[in-house]
């Protein structure tokens, strides 16, 4: 949080989707953008894992649209280098770094009407590195519809 | 426990017996809309039907009910019906001789078998899964897996995101080779090869095939299959047998044997070095590497050319492929060659995957140093990813040692991602029979010791209370070599490890 109290970091998802939400790929694109007034260090390497895995930056939540109930699971074991001095960016006012990741190959998840969030989670990185930006930060749900379970 | 072909069935409604029997296979008229009604959506489709329809069925309408039946499909809704003594004997009896046990088990999974209970044993738990996936999918329901099966099987593994599963029974149930100069044969969605140009109404259009294949050091196939493959497993099989019958490019010119070793000398190094490298592909890897005629087989004059390899690398000249000269060519082959500097790796320190591996392979999509599917109780893959390309030759190993782990895990149906990944970095830290990594990584993609340490305590601390306890004496050991890895260090890296040292002595055992 910055000194105002709101978030200088917004992440954005963009997936491509019909317009009923079904899915037509699983990529999905996340941008993490500044939209603060100031210069904000973030862990730029923005890899994907789970919430409770180490050595990422990002994760994914999958809610049950019917139910808001969390669906899905992690579908790697995966094995990374920590995030490195070399990774951190300092994001000015309006700039933003992106990543994408498949969600089919990382996430489990039912057939249906689903949330996709993604979470930006720097607290690991922060701890190594101080300067850098240490709160989460949840992406707005993107509805996706998944036509077979993955 | 009563003999399995007593259990009592499943599901009894439908359940066949002298009283109750098998449903006509074939016939005429409204039998023969009834067969095909059941093939499509099994027999509890029919009996839906015949509820929701009666009054059409009495009339001799059989394609109201039909419809009716269709209609009735949207929700779970096939019987299982029970294999005779006879058919299970029989369908047991025919399953054996088709698959080895790995492939069993990829047949375990898709047939829908309980974790639990995928063993990589045909037996009459089996066939009756088999029986009753075939049955669901209105297929001849004997539980024996005939080319109708199989077709199903392959296009539903790719459906259900398990393609290398349906290549793996392909390449079992046709007997297609792979042993000798085959690394990996995998999925890729989008391979293709281009065949040429063919006329199709005067008009010259491409032609593609729906695969490709990779040659690396020693003509080594790396063979990957596209989607296009997994229509019915004659295609996928024929989309194999093409990659596998596409001549390896030309070596070049044969070298002289060269003569840096007595023959004595030579017959040492044959003999330390075929003790260590036991698979033909090493062989051939190797054989490519060193200019040697390759014929996948240890021979004197191969040693002669590692011995040429060794002089000039600067290491020790004996013809033997130990550690050292496996880390020379290891190194001179992970770039161009990555598939066959893994098996090396995979051969030399003797890697085991209790035949819970489908393929281990590079994959430049891997963002991660390498990534395991998490899927307990299933054959899995291991894929490596570009960032593992320069690790030091100790981190290397260690990568692929710590995916190996979780496949051997796997199989015994570990589900916590953190007990994995507790038990991926503890091989590391006990590091037994590899090389030992430096404590701090060397380049900032890279492992090393200290970030093993970390994660295996941070995921000691997330594992349950009986994970903790049943691997209570394997933190005990990695605690120990942590500390004494620590206490080792230069003094800087005590400072800077002091913290990581406390966590480890604070924690209390379960």
């Known amino acids: 949080m910055n000194a105002t109290g709101r978030a200088p970091l917004?992440?954005?998802?963009?997936?491509?989707?019909?317009?009923?939400?079904?899915?037509?790929?699983?990529?999905?694109?996340?941008?993490?953008?500044?939209?603060?007034?100031?210069?904000?260090?973030?862990?730029?390497?923005?890899?994907?894992?789970?919430e409770d895995s180490s050595d990422r930056e990002i994760y994914a939540v999958l809610h049950d649209r019917p139910t808001g109930e969390i669906v899905g699971g992690p579908a790697q074991l995966y094995h990374r280098a920590p995030h490195s001095a070399d990774d951190l960016r300092t994001l000015?006012?309006?700039?933003?770094?992106?990543?994408?990741?498949?969600?089919?190959d990382w996430y489990t998840h039912p057939a249906g009407d689903l949330d996709l969030q993604v979470v930006y989670d720097p607290s690991a990185v922060a701890q190594r590195f101080p300067g850098v930006e240490s709160a989460q930060v949840f992406s707005d749900p993107v509805r996706i519809v998944f036509t077979r379970a993955c | 426990m009563s003999p399995p072909h007593l259990e009592r069935p499943r599901a009894t409604e439908g359940r066949r017996s002298a009283a109750n029997p098998r449903p006509p296979q074939a016939g005429t008229g409204r039998f023969a809309d009834l067969v095909q009604l059941q093939r499509q959506a099994g027999n509890r489709g029919v009996v839906r039907a015949l509820e929701h329809a009666e009054g059409a069925v009495q009339s001799g309408s059989p394609g109201d009910y039909i419809g009716a039946g269709q209609a009735a499909l949207a929700g779970p809704l096939v019987q299982r019906r029970v294999l005779t003594a006879p058919e299970e004997t029989a369908a047991v009896a025919g399953d054996r001789g088709l698959f080895d046990s790995l492939t069993v088990r990829a047949l375990q999974t898709i047939t829908g078998m309980p974790p639990a209970e995928r063993n990589g044993v045909i037996g009459p738990t089996t066939v009756r899964a088999i029986s009753n996936w075939q049955t669901a999918r209105g297929l001849g329901d004997n539980g024996i897996v005939d080319p109708a099966t199989m077709d199903r099987l392959v296009t539903e593994s790719l459906a259900n995101s398990r393609p290398e599963h349906g290549i793996q029974l392909v390449l079992d149930f046709f007997n297609l080779a792979t042993g000798s100069d085959v690394l990996a044969v995998r999925h890729n969605a989008g391979a293709l090869t281009f065949e040429g140009i063919r006329l199709v109404g005067g008009i010259p259009l491409p032609r593609f095939s729906p695969a490709s294949t990779g040659f690396e050091s020693g003509g080594l196939r790396v063979i990957e299959i596209g989607d296009g493959a997994f229509t019915s497993a004659t295609t996928l099989r024929d989309a194999i047998a093409r990659e596998l019958s596409?001549?390896?490019?030309?070596?070049?010119?044969?070298?002289?044997?060269?003569?840096?070793?007595?023959a004595a000398e030579a017959g040492s190094g044959l003999a330390f070095t075929r003790a260590k490298y036991s698979d033909e592909r090493s062989v051939r890897a190797i054989q490519g590497r060193v200019g040697a005629p390759v014929t996948g087989t240890w021979d004197v004059a191969t040693i002669q050319f590692v011995a040429e390899a060794q002089s000039s690398a600067g290491i020790v000249v004996d013809g033997r492929i130990g550690p050292v000269t496996t880390e020379v060519l290891y190194t001179q082959l992970i770039a161009a060659n990555p598939n066959a500097a893994l098996r090396l790796l995979v051969d030399f320190f003797d890697m085991t995957d209790d035949g819970n591996l489908?393929?281990?392979?590079?994959?430049?999509?891997?963002?991660?140093?390498?990534?395991?599917?998490?899927?307990?109780?299933?054959?899995?893959?291991?894929?490596?990813?570009?960032n593992a390309l320069t690790l030091p030759f100790s981190g290397a190993v260690h990568n692929i040692a710590h995916e190996l782990e979780h496949v051997r895990r796997l199989r015994q149906g570990i589900v916590s991602a953190q007990t994995h990944?507790?038990?991926g970095e503890a091989l590391e830290i006990l590091s037994l029979g590899m090389p030992e990594e430096p404590l701090d990584p060397v380049n900032p993609t890279h492992d090393a010791f200290i970030s093993d340490a970390t994660r295996c305590l941070q995921n000691w601390n997330l594992m349950s209370l009986a994970d903790r306890r049943q691997f209570r004496a394997k933190f005990v050991a990695v605690r120990r070599k942590v500390l004494r890895r620590i206490a080792a260090g230069t003094a800087a890296q005590r400072a800077a490890n002091a913290g990581l040292r406390a966590s480890y002595v604070a924690v209390v055992l379960p």
Do not use: M
Request: glycine share 6%.
């Open chain 1, 10 to 50: 917004t992440v954005r998802l963009s997936v491509d989707v019909t317009h009923d939400g079904v899915a037509k790929s699983d990529l999905v694109r996340v941008a993490l953008i500044n939209t603060s007034r100031f210069p904000v260090i973030v862990a730029g390497r923005l890899a994907i894992g789970y």
């Open chain 2, 421 to 423: 990944e507790f038990l």
């Open chain 2, 358 to 386: 489908l393929a281990v392979y590079f994959d430049p999509t891997v963002a991660a140093l390498a990534s395991t599917d998490f899927r307990p109780s299933e054959p899995v893959r291991v894929r490596v990813g570009p």
């Open chain 2, 246 to 262: 596409r001549p390896a490019p030309a070596a070049g010119p044969a070298a002289a044997t060269p003569a840096r070793l007595t």
């Open chain 1, 92 to 104: 000015d006012q309006g700039d933003q770094t992106s990543t994408e990741f498949n969600l089919d």
